[in-house]
């Protein structure tokens, strides 16, 4: 397989991304509309929205180009921005929502909404859609939906993706592997020796504290990470997974966790510890900003030759419910999904664009994106998609719980027996609250 191209019979044809419908016309959405739910306290002057999001430098230059431009159209309305690393993100904001102070829009994942939602922080923009200041038509594949929770939308999505493993492509090269979509994980470790035996360097950046990852692999034995209303796996299933990283880590195959710590925030692909890294496929942008190499996608590794587990999953625009401005924040987030200008800035740095208007406005022409694009085409080809797994109140705290587990087990500082037992025992409590 070569990586990225429509070589290999496993990227395919491009109508799939596409919605089955709608068209639409965003221009001047709301502009005479009255908001529900509170309405909007500006009364006819200047108004300041917070907009809070994580992510890398390069995801906040281009953030900040799609305010300027929305400043531009909009001169009444003005965007106060932060933005954090991902952790620090979610500090930051655990912060603000106790106290009373959230942003007024902010980015959001679906491990989080049914725990703010929870919390009553979280605004129902139903009432937006309702009152013409927000529009779900037009988005692609379902996506309009995916923000819903007990009938409320509790986000909107910006952009799509899915798990992949991202490669340096030259490092595969010389080590002569050629991953095909169906491989195994039997065919993944021999490609991770080959690599460790051929160029000198670790197999893959390290399976400790990649929950997502764990979670296809689970699904692909009949389990999920999470069930309706709690952990979808054993004792046993985790000890079996970090004992397999672990090893990995002391054959060589896996980069030693304590380079990978030193080195961050930068990534360990493009700091040229690992040949590849398990992530979301959208993230091979950073890696490009980051890196020297040249990077590309490659297919999930199979139990039996066929499941993958993996489904499209998104980042979503919410907002406070405590905002004063209800009207201006689903304006300001109509305008980012919906305006085509936004797709040529955005690119696909948080996904593939949702919205048909966005798709269809920004055709990447650069391999990094067109690799993103027929990297998930080639997943609908191969019919392997599914529903996403559910998401119980305090998803996000064993996610969080997962991460710095794993990462204390790679350092060293606990025993697999040890992380697998701690990890249990915050999940139970983080779960039945």
Not at 254 to 274: G, H, N, T, W, Y
Request: a neutral charge; glycine letters at 12%; one cysteine or more.
């Amino acid at each position: 397989m070569r990586v990225g191209r429509r070589a290999g019979g496993w990227v395919g044809r491009r109508v799939v991304l596409k919605a089955a419908g709608a068209s639409l016309t965003v221009a001047g959405l709301g502009a005479t509309a009255t908001a529900c739910g509170g309405g909007s306290s500006s009364g006819g002057g200047a108004v300041t929205l917070r907009y809070s999001w994580w992510g890398a430098e390069d995801r906040a230059e281009r953030i900040n180009k799609t305010i300027a431009l929305f400043e531009e159209k909009h001169p009444k309305m003005k965007i106060e921005t932060d933005f954090q690393p991902y952790t620090d993100f979610w500090k930051k904001f655990n912060t603000q929502a106790s106290g009373g102070n959230p942003p007024d829009v902010f980015q959001n994942a679906i491990g989080f909404l049914r725990k703010y939602d929870a919390k009553n922080v979280l605004l129902d923009l139903s009432g937006q859609v309702e009152a013409g200041n927000l529009s779900m038509d037009g988005f692609r594949a379902g996506l309009e939906k995916f923000g819903e929770i007990d009938g409320k939308l509790l986000g909107v999505p910006v952009g799509s993706n899915s798990m992949a493993l991202a490669i340096d492509k030259p490092v595969f090269t010389r080590a002569g592997v050629q991953p095909e979509q169906g491989w195994t994980w039997d065919d993944f470790d021999e490609a991770m020796a080959k690599i460790r035996d051929r160029t000198g360097r670790a197999g893959d950046s390290g399976m400790y504290g990649v929950m997502y990852l764990y979670d296809l692999y689970l699904r692909q034995n009949g389990k999920a990470f999470f069930s309706e209303d709690g952990l979808g796996f054993t004792e046993a299933d985790l000890s079996q997974w970090w004992t397999k990283a672990e090893k990995g880590v002391k054959s060589g195959l896996f980069a030693d966790p304590r380079k990978v710590s030193q080195i961050k925030p930068k990534a360990a692909l493009s700091a040229e510890l690992a040949g590849s890294e398990f992530t979301w496929d959208n993230f091979t942008v950073r890696y490009t900003s980051e890196g020297k190499s040249e990077y590309g996608l490659a297919p999930i590794p199979t139990t039996d030759g066929k499941r993958t587990g993996q489904y499209l999953g998104s980042l979503m625009l919410s907002a406070s419910k405590r905002t004063r401005h209800p009207e201006e924040v689903a304006r300001f987030i109509n305008f980012m999904v919906h305006d085509p200008e936004v797709a040529k800035i955005m690119g696909y740095d948080r996904g593939v664009p949702t919205t048909q208007a966005q798709y269809d406005a920004y055709r990447p022409t650069d391999p990094v994106n067109k690799a993103i694009a027929a990297y998930e085409e080639s997943l609908v080809d191969a019919g392997v998609l599914e529903p996403i797994t559910p998401h119980p109140n305090g998803a996000d705290i064993c996610e969080a719980a997962f991460l710095r587990i794993a990462e204390e087990l790679g350092l060293g500082k606990r025993s697999v027996a040890d992380a697998v037992k701690q990890f249990l025992t915050e999940s139970k409590t983080a779960l039945a609250g």
